[in-house]
């Protein structure tokens, strides 16, 4: 066994032990912190593969942003965790179901020989000047650029119907309309009114 295996079966153990610790642990806060790890033990295994510019991008993107705005949202939402784990049993043997569906289908699929060592070789070395960056953009943009194009577009209208299901306006909230402030008078604000004095008030 070479080095590079023995790496890829310690990256790999400690992925699918992550993985299991965040769907399986009672805390949201080190689930998350779980996925965090999972996702660099992915970045690890992709820089086996010389894969560094995707590797880099999982560490940045998704650790370095995604995750670090779900682990502020858990803590700034107020979760019941009693109130979460209501439901866990009614769910339990459907879910129960669907995770030993999904095992088997793995099981089958990996067993099947497709998946070894002599169909699936490692990737050869390259030389030194060598950037799997340039050959990425180069590939995205030539041959898969409509592809990409409609990722793009399929995302933009994710973020636009999110942002519409999200956008309501609350009747009892008093919101500011900046259009008819810049236009009012003092006339409309402050009204003086003149009262005579009492007559022990006078001199």
Excluded: H
């Excluded at 299901?165 to 402050?190: F, G, M, S």
């Amino acid at each position: 066994m070479t080095f590079l295996e023995v790496v890829f079966y310690v990256f790999a153990a400690v992925l699918i032990a992550s993985s299991l610790l965040v769907v399986t642990v009672r805390n949201p806060v080190r689930a998350a912190l779980f996925l965090v790890l999972a996702f660099f033990s992915a970045a690890c295994l992709w820089l086996t593969l010389e894969a560094e510019f995707l590797a880099i991008t999982l560490v940045l993107v998704y650790v370095g942003a995604v995750m670090v705005l779900f682990l502020f949202v858990i803590m700034m939402l107020d979760i019941d965790i009693a109130q979460m784990r209501a439901g866990f049993a009614n769910y339990l043997p459907l879910g129960s179901i669907v995770a030993l569906v999904m095992a088997g289908e793995l099981i089958l699929v990996m067993l099947s020989g497709e998946f070894g060592a002599t169909e699936l070789p490692r990737p050869a070395g390259q030389a030194v000047g060598y950037s799997n960056t340039e050959a990425l953009g180069r590939l995205v943009y030539t041959d898969y650029v409509f592809a990409f194009e409609v990722a793009a577009v399929i995302l933009l209208v994710a973020i636009i119907a999110a942002i519409s299901l999200t956008l309501r306006r609350r009747p009892e909230t008093r919101y500011q309309a900046p259009e008819k402030q810049v236009r009012v008078r003092k006339e409309d604000r402050i009204r003086i009114i003149k009262m005579p004095r009492r007559p022990e008030e006078k001199s």
